[in-house]
Each structure stands twice: as C-alpha cells, then as structure tokens.
C-alpha cells in the first residue's frame, strides 16, 4: 500500500475509471459461521477471524493498495450477548499488543473511523498510543471501531453545520474518513448480500462484491481475485 494525500471523501465522480483499485473496504462476516460448522465456541471463530486479518495484513505489499479498509466492530454489535462483546474487547486488546511491532515495522499507518473514544479506557489509551507509533506510515489501514455508517454522516452533517453550511462536500470534509482515498471496491464475505450501516456514504459509487467464502477462510489469495475482477469492470459513473 501507497502513501496517498487524496481525500477519501471526494463528491465529485472521476474523469476516467482506473483499472486498479486504490481504496478496498472488507465487512468481514461469518466467525460465527464458521465456528457453528465445526460444532466449536463463537469465541473460536472470532479467534480465527483475527488470524484471517493479520495473515491480509502480512500480504498487501504485492497488491500496491493505497489502503485497506476492516470492518472490526459495528455500533450495532453492542446488542450481541455480554460475554461474546467480552470476547471480541478482549482479542481486540490482544491484537494491539501483539501486531503493533509488525505495523511499525512495515510502515503501517494505522487510521480508527466509528465512535471508537467510547470503548473502554484501556482500549482508547492503547488505540491512541497505536496510533502515534504508527502516524509517520504510509501504507494505511483503517479499521472500524464501534462504528456505524448512518451515525458517521449524522455527525458530519452536524460539523458542517457548525462551520457554517451543509453540502455534501462540506459532509464529506467532516466524515471520519476525510484523508483517505476514495472508496474503489467494497467486499462481503459469508454471502450476506447487504452493506449492514458500512460506508453508507463512501460507498456511493464503489463497486461491490459478495463472496459465499467466510472470513475465517478469506486469504490474500481472495483479494487478489477480487482486485482481478475490479480490473475487468467498466465504471461509468451514471454516464454511459
């Protein structure tokens, strides 16, 4: 993944479509799934699903992503039973301590959207401290954190506002993902065929794609493939 200085929140369509996906968004669904499958614990599955994301992480570099995009956890997972929001709290931390070195080391930097300052103290003190370490990268991933995409665009337009107009630039300069790229792809795993309140507003003219594999077993060698199907699309934009 490139460094990139273009805003992810662009209003205006390009020109001319590029064959080469930039800016790739993953709801990564199914760790229930997959557990249930194999008669084992949710907990299990959302363990596997970690897995699935560090071994992503570990193979971006050949793909030349200028940033990749994980849906981790949705404002709506709040409504999940205590001890499977427990579970996911718990392996988040982990993943923190555990991966930072790595994103250090290969020029990772890291980028929080959602409302991720109201999850639990010791979290934001390790997301923040994530963050500073990682904040001279420039290969970026943004991870979703207690995120909802209706509640994204409502707190920007309430930004806008407060400075001093609401147009959708004005919006766009104010969403949590001002600074990225503009959104190419967006993928689902597990056959859901939904975007569940994910990038309701970047994913206005992204291309889409639903994947029957669940993220547990989604490898570096499915994006691939996804990235080889982008090239093949003809984005036009509402033109013809």
């Given at each position: 993944m490139g460094g990139d200085s273009s805003s992810g929140t662009n209003t205006d369509a390009p020109k001319r479509a590029s064959?080469?996906?930039?800016?790739?968004?993953?709801?990564?669904?199914?760790?229930?799934?997959?557990?249930?499958?194999?008669a084992l614990p949710r907990a299990?599955?959302?363990?596997?699903?970690?897995?699935?994301?560090?071994?992503?992480?570990?193979?971006?570099?050949?793909?030349?992503?200028?940033?990749?995009?994980?849906?981790?956890?949705?404002?709506?997972?709040?409504?999940?039973?205590?001890?499977?929001?427990?579970?996911?709290?718990?392996?988040?931390?982990?993943?923190?301590?555990?991966?930072?070195?790595?994103?250090?080391?290969?020029?990772?930097?890291?980028?929080?959207?959602?409302?991720?300052?109201?999850l639990a103290p010791d979290i934001v003190e390790m997301l923040e401290d994530a963050l500073e370490q990682t904040a001279n990268g420039t290969r970026k991933l943004a991870v979703a954190l207690n995120y909802g995409g209706q509640n994204e665009i409502a707190r920007a337009a309430m930004k806008a506002a407060e400075q001093g107009s609401i147009t959708t630039q004005s919006i766009a300069d104010n969403l949590d993902t001002a600074g990225l790229p503009p959104l190419d792809l967006l993928i689902r795993t597990?056959?859901?065929?939904?975007?569940?309140?994910f990038l309701l507003w970047q994913a206005a003219y992204a291309e889409m794609l639903f994947v029957d594999t669940l993220w547990p077993d989604f490898k570096p060698e499915h994006l691939e493939r996804a990235l080889d199907d982008f090239a093949q699309r003809e984005r036009r934009y509402g033109g013809r």
């Amino acid at each position: 993944m490139g460094g990139d200085s273009s805003s992810g929140t662009n209003t205006d369509a390009p020109k001319r479509a590029s064959s080469r996906a930039r800016h790739v968004a993953i709801i990564m669904d199914g760790n229930g799934r997959w557990a249930k499958k194999r008669a084992l614990p949710r907990a299990i599955g959302h363990q596997r699903g970690v897995e699935a994301v560090r071994r992503l992480v570990r193979g971006l570099e050949p793909m030349e992503l200028d940033c990749l995009t994980l849906y981790a956890f949705s404002s709506e997972n709040w409504k999940r039973s205590e001890t499977e929001v427990d579970d996911l709290m718990n392996l988040m931390r982990k993943f923190i301590k555990s991966d930072l070195p790595d994103f250090v080391a290969n020029d990772v930097q890291l980028n929080i959207i959602g409302d991720w300052r109201s999850l639990a103290p010791d979290i934001v003190e390790m997301l923040e401290d994530a963050l500073e370490q990682t904040a001279n990268g420039t290969r970026k991933l943004a991870v979703a954190l207690n995120y909802g995409g209706q509640n994204e665009i409502a707190r920007a337009a309430m930004k806008a506002a407060e400075q001093g107009s609401i147009t959708t630039q004005s919006i766009a300069d104010n969403l949590d993902t001002a600074g990225l790229p503009p959104l190419d792809l967006l993928i689902r795993t597990s056959g859901e065929i939904r975007l569940s309140n994910f990038l309701l507003w970047q994913a206005a003219y992204a291309e889409m794609l639903f994947v029957d594999t669940l993220w547990p077993d989604f490898k570096p060698e499915h994006l691939e493939r996804a990235l080889d199907d982008f090239a093949q699309r003809e984005r036009r934009y509402g033109g013809r």
